[in-house]
């Protein structure tokens, strides 16, 4: 996934922290390459919300999507492949169980879990 | 849910049984097991020789799981009949089937085992966290205690929910001296 965004360092180290790794930069523009989701806030770039929201329109995302919700940008890939996993009754409680106690949805959980241990695994983070 | 083994009584088969299930019953020519978990046991740990460690998976029986020969030995495990659909990139995916392979394991059982295995750690901590809690409201003004656990010399190490229970049983300290409790 290739991300296109104004020259911030700020966003840029932020970026580097999920392993994204800048391809190009020139004057104004980075291009940064990496294949995690990620979530920023204007607080984390100390951005009023209307150059928050001028710097969000200005990020361009490659395989992947942008989103902005109010004081947060999310860029994540597009999830294209299907991974179906099958589970014991007693790895779905306890999933669930888990789930509740973070307050988020099962897959959610399964697939920050996941990825984490991948980007671990890999000392990617 | 935990399932059955039914196993013909066998010392050998015993001794690597009785590690992984809890025996639950016993008949005349066998045992039974009850099991939670995905177990893979190779033939070696059996010290059994090809012939008998064939005969011996014949006669394995399970009940809510299933047994399964792999290549040098018996896997047996839960029936799995709830399934979890997560959407990944292609990256994502990449990333896995490589670790996946390495490992010598399908994607999804990789998978499975990576994440149950965090969540088991998740779970454990938060049963810790809770039992610290619980000891610390019990113990927390004691003489005896060390921010961790019961320091009571008297007392052989306890640590968490056995000092939470531990303590009140054993240590009079806080209530004979103290008069907490």
Sequence with gaps: MKVTAPKNETFEKLMSRVAYKPLKEDD????????FSVEVSSEDLKMHAREFKRFCDAVIVEGGKKVRKGTLLIIEPLRTRQLKIRLSDEEYEK???????????????FRGSLLSAIAKRRELW | MPYLVKAPKDERVNLVFSHAFKKVGEGEKYFVYEGRIDVEFPQAMFGLSGDEFRKLCRSIRVEGGFKKRTEDGVRIAPLRKKVLTVRLSEDEYRLLVEDAREV???????????????VEQYLALELKKKAMQEIREVCGGCKYWTGEGCGNPTIPKLYLREVYSGHRKECQYKVERVGVM
């Design chain 1, 28 to 35: 104004s523009l980075t291009v940064l390459d990496g294949m």
């Design chain 1, 95 to 109: 999933l669930k169980r888990c789930a509740k106690m973070r307050m988020c949805s099962i897959s959610f959980l």
């Design chain 2, 104 to 118: 010598g394991l399908e994607p999804s059982r990789w998978a499975r085992n990576l994440v149950m295995s965090l």
